[in-house]
C-alpha cells in the first residue's frame, strides 16, 4: 500500500487536516490497514518536500496545520494509479518455501503439510466471509478489501490443491533418466519483492 | 424455528455413522465413500469439498435418501432411513429435505410461484394455503415481485433464489445443495451462499457441495473428502474482529 499516493488521493478530494486524513484513509482502506499519526505527518512532510503538496500556512506545525494536493500531486497521483505494480518476479513465499522443503525433508508427509495449511486458510477465508456477511454489507471499501483478500486466500489454496496433485503424481512415476546437461532454469530475482 | 448459540444443543437433523458406499463387483469395486462419520445441527451449515471422484456428490445423494449406503447407518431427524420403507422415505424426501440444483431446475411452464408451490402441492396440500406460504418464501429471499414471472423471464440470479425458496418452502428441515451458485459470477455466486445461510439462521441444516472455497467459506464447518474419505474439517474459526483495527484506534 503506497501511503503517500493514498494520501494524495484523498486531498485531491478537498484541502484536509493531518488527523483527518489518518481517518479517511482507516476508513477508505476497510480499517484494516493501520495507519499512525507520525507517519501521516512525516509523509505529509516528504510530499511538501517535493512540492506535491502544499500547507496553508508554514509557520504552524501539527494538527492546525491544512494540506491541499498540488498540480504536481495530482499529475503524480494520476501516473502512480495507471502504472502496474511490479508482479514480474514471484515473492519469496513463505508458504511456498515450506511446501518446498516438506518435500524434501525425509519422513515428512508433504501432503499432512499441506492439509494442515489447507485448513488454516479456509479458517482465514470464514473469517473474511463473516466480515462480508456482516460489517461489509454496508462499506464497499471494505467489501472491496474483503473481496480480494477472499480471492488471494482462494488463489493460494488452488496452488496447494494443485501442488498436492503434483507431488502425488511425482511419488507415482518412476524417477525421470537424468535431464540433458546444462544448468537448470533460474527464476530472475526470485524474492526480490517483499 | 430460531438458531441455537455456539455451544448450546441443537437438534441433529443429519447423522452419517460410518457410511460407506461401494459400486461395482470385485475385483472392479469402485469406493466412493468410507466410513464417513458426519453430523450437521438444526442451524448449521456445512459446506462439503474435495476433488472431482472424492466423493461429495455421493454423499449427498446418500444424505437425500436417493441412494442407499452399502455400509453404516443415516439418520435424518433421528430417524434412520434404513428402517423406513419406501413410501415413508419418500414422504421424507418431500417434507423434510429441500435441493438446490445447479441449473436451479425450475419448471419452464409454471410461474415462480407455482414452482415454489409445486412440493407443497405434490404433498398434498391444498393448492390456496400452498401458494400462501410460496409467495412467503419468495418474500424471505427479496423476488415476491417475481412472483407472477416465468423462469425464461428471469435473471440467473433470480431464478436461484426462486430454486432457493422451493427449497426451503414447508416446513423443511434439510436443504442439500449441489455447486448451488451454478455458473453465476462471483459476486452473484456470493449471493446465493449468503441466502443459503440465512436460511440456515432460520433453524434450517444444510450441506453445500462445492469445489469452490470462496463459497465454502460461507459455511459454518468446512468437511473435506478425499478417495472417499473425510480428511479433514474446520473447527469453528474465531470472530471476524480479529481482522479490524481495535476499536479504540478506528
Known sequence: ?194 | MSRPEPGEHAATVLEFRRVSKTYGQAPTVVRALAEVDLSVRAGEMVAVMGPSGSGKSTLLTIAGSLEEPTGGEVLVCGLPLADMPRWRRARLRRRVIGYVFQDFNLLPGLTAAENVALPLELDGVAVPKARTAALSALEALGVAGRAAWFPDQLSGGERQRVAIARAVVGDRRLLLADEPSGALDSVNAGEVMRLLHEACQRGVAAVVVTHDAQLAAWADRIVLLRDGRMTGQTTRPPGPESLLLPRETR
Do not use: C
Open chain 1, 1 to 194: 500500500m503506497s501511503v503517500p499516493h493514498a494520501l494524495l488521493a484523498l486531498l485531491s478530494q478537498g484541502p484536509k487536516y493531518g488527523l483527518q486524513l489518518r481517518e479517511e484513509f482507516e476508513s477508505g482502506t476497510g480499517e484494516v490497514w493501520p495507519l499512525n499519526v507520525g507517519q501521516v505527518y512525516k509523509t505529509l512532510g516528504r510530499l511538501e518536500r517535493d512540492g506535491l503538496a502544499e500547507s496553508d500556512d508554514t509557520s504552524q506545525d501539527g494538527p492546525q496545520k491544512r494540506f491541499r494536493i498540488t498540480a504536481e500531486g495530482r499529475q503524480a497521483l494520476a501516473d502512480w494509479l495507471r502504472t502496474p505494480p511490479d508482479l514480474t518476479s514471484p515473492p519469496r513465499d513463505e508458504l511456498v518455501m515450506k511446501i518446498l522443503v516438506a518435500a524434501r525433508v525425509p519422513g515428512t508427509d508433504a501432503h499432512e503439510v499441506i492439509q494442515v495449511h489447507r485448513l488454516y486458510l479456509l479458517e482465514l477465508m470464514q473469517q473474511w466471509t463473516r466480515l462480508k456477511e456482516g460489517e461489509a454489507r454496508d462499506d464497499l471499501s471494505l467489501a472491496l478489501v474483503v473481496d480480494a483478500e477472499l480471492f488471494r486466500l482462494d488463489a493460494v489454496i488452488r496452488w496447494l490443491d494443485a501442488a498436492d496433485v503434483r507431488l502425488a503424481r511425482a511419488a507415482a512415476e518412476p524417477p525421470r533418466p537424468a535431464s540433458t546437461p546444462g544448468p537448470a532454469p533460474r527464476l530472475r530475482r526470485l524474492g526480490a519483492r517483499r
